[in-house]
Structures are given as C-alpha cells and as structure tokens.
C-alpha cells in the first residue's frame, strides 16, 4: 500500500526511466506506458513483455509505434510511484498491500500475471549446517539459520544473514519468515548477524556471494546474475507453484487509476493475461538455458477491469 495519500489535484513526480522499450531503437516514438518494477526489470522479462504488446497492439491497431519505459522501483515504491502519478501501472508482488491500493484508490485495477518464487541461498561451504537432505521447510531452516548465527555471533567469522532491508518484497517475505519463528533480528538491540544491505537485487546477492552470507532472493535474479555469483552460492530452498507455498512470489500487474493512458494500460493487461500474449511469454522466458517464471494460475475471483 502507498505510505502516502493520493491528492486529487497533486501533478505528476517524475522519475527517471532505467531503460525505454521500441520495437525501432533508432526511432524516436513517444513513451505512453510507464511501468515501476524491480527484479522482472533487471532480468529482462519487463522489456519481453514491452517489445511483445507494442508489435501485438501496431499489428491489431494499425496505431503507430510507442515505448514503454521501465522505472526501477521495489515493492512499497512502486506503491508510492502510482499514488505520485509517476507511473502509469507497476508489478508487485504483495497481495494484501495490493488490494489495499485498490481500496485507497491509487489503482483501479489488479490482475495476476506470473509466479516466481523465492529462494533460501547461501554459501557452498554452508557454515551454518543447514539440511541439504530430505525435505526441511522454509521454517526449519531459517529456525536452523538463527541458531547457527546466534552461536557463532562472537567468533572471529561469524555466521550471517544479508537482508536488503529496503521495505522491497524480499525485505517483507524474509521479515514475514523470521517472526513466523519468533525472531525480529533488527529490533532493539540489533542483532550483530543480520547485515541489512540496501540495494537492488543483484548488487545485494553479489554482495552475499562475496561476503559468504546467507540471503532470501527470487529465483529470476538467481538465474540472471553473472555465473561467478551462483558458483559461491548453493540454494537450499526453492519455492513452488502451490498457492499455499511460503516461497511462492506472486507478480500483480496494477493499473494506476490516474494514469493519463489508462486505456492504454488497461489494453497492456489484457494482453498480459491472454494466453497467447504475456501469459506465453512468462511460461516460456528463460535465463541462461533455464525458465524463470510459471504463468499466473487459472483466473478467477481477481478484481475486473473498470469502466473507463
């Protein structure tokens, strides 16, 4: 949900776009749709998408081309991004703050659109022990984690946790796991092991791989970062497609209910819930030989497209 109100007659923040989308680089078509995104930005899946709807909506329109520019933005950012009317719609991956947006009234529409998944990774010697056998949950191993950190909090290499610790999904999810156990690491008095490292998610697993700390990540930045990373790092719990999963990381398109191309927006969607648009895109997109994403699961009970 946004941390701030949505004024009426407030004028549009910019912020800087990270990279802007043609099907013509060298033209110089209009940027229509902004969309706030993080991690689906940085592995390539929002330009996929982008490139993909501007060619379905020049074929089926006869319209001339357009961009679509990416603003890199974590989870409550984008929030704050839509109610400011810096953006025209945003992906976020946080279904209660997402129908809280709804309710404020700074988007007015929300539509899920594909599955990632989070992962428990860490360093290959993995010094805290954790189960590499059978099948532990998610609880188990952060439970594992905490005990591993708080023994060895005054050795001279101390085990670590690294959280982003930005207010982005991943900073939620790892926050939700920890207290799930009882534990609130960056509470008073803070907790020696839990590194909060603020930066977006391939400078911040980096940071892991290069420090040998364990980390919560998703599985499209896992597999878009540079090989060197993920040869430091193992991963010891990988989310499924099962609805009830504690790593499942649902991607929500939200359209900002000011947005000056709301058709526009609201066409995008469309296209991304089609089975042979943004749908096939998220089922078939891949990362070094590997398929990131799973397509969002059969619809029903989502929120419907407003009248504009």
């Not at 430091?232 to 900002?256: C, R, T, W």
Request: with cysteine.
């Amino acid at each position: 949900m946004a941390s701030i109100f949505l004024k009426p007659n407030h004028p549009p923040h910019y912020i800087e776009a990270i990279e802007v989308y043609r099907i013509a680089p060298d033209t110089d078509s209009p940027t229509k749709l902004r969309i706030a995104s993080g991690g689906a930005g940085q592995s390539g899946l929002i330009r996929t998408f982008a490139e993909g709807f501007i060619k379905h909506h020049v074929k089926t329109t006869g319209a001339a081309p357009f961009a679509i520019a990416w603003m890199a933005s974590d989870t409550t950012m984008s929030f704050n991004s839509l109610a400011l009317k810096a953006v025209d719609m945003s992906i976020t991956y946080h279904p209660v703050a997402e129908k809280t947006a709804i309710q404020q009234g700074i988007a007015d529409r929300r539509e899920y659109i594909w599955r990632d998944h989070w992962m428990l990774v860490g360093p290959r010697s993995n010094p805290a022990n954790l189960s590499t056998t059978g099948s532990p949950s998610i609880y188990d191993l952060f439970t594992q984690l905490f005990r591993a950190c708080i023994e060895t909090q005054n050795a001279k290499i101390p085990i670590r946790f690294l959280s982003r610790y930005d207010k982005s999904a991943a900073n939620i999810k790892e926050s939700n796991l920890w207290t799930a156990i009882g534990q609130t690491p960056w509470s008073y008095p803070h907790s020696s092991w839990y590194h909060t490292y603020v930066d977006f998610p391939f400078r911040a697993l980096e940071v892991a791989a290069l420090l040998g700390e364990y980390s919560l990540v998703d599985k499209g930045t896992w597999w878009s970062v540079e090989p060197w990373i993920r040869e430091k790092l193992m991963v010891f719990k990988l989310g499924e497609d099962d609805e009830d999963d504690p790593l499942l990381n649902p991607a929500h398109a939200l359209v900002s209910s000011k947005s000056d191309n709301k058709e526009l927006a609201h066409e995008f969607v469309d296209w991304l819930t089609s089975e042979d648009g943004g749908q096939e895109v998220a089922r078939t997109f891949t990362k070094n030989g590997v398929v990131l994403y799973s397509a969002a699961p059969p619809r029903k009970g989502l929120l419907s497209k407003p009248k504009l």
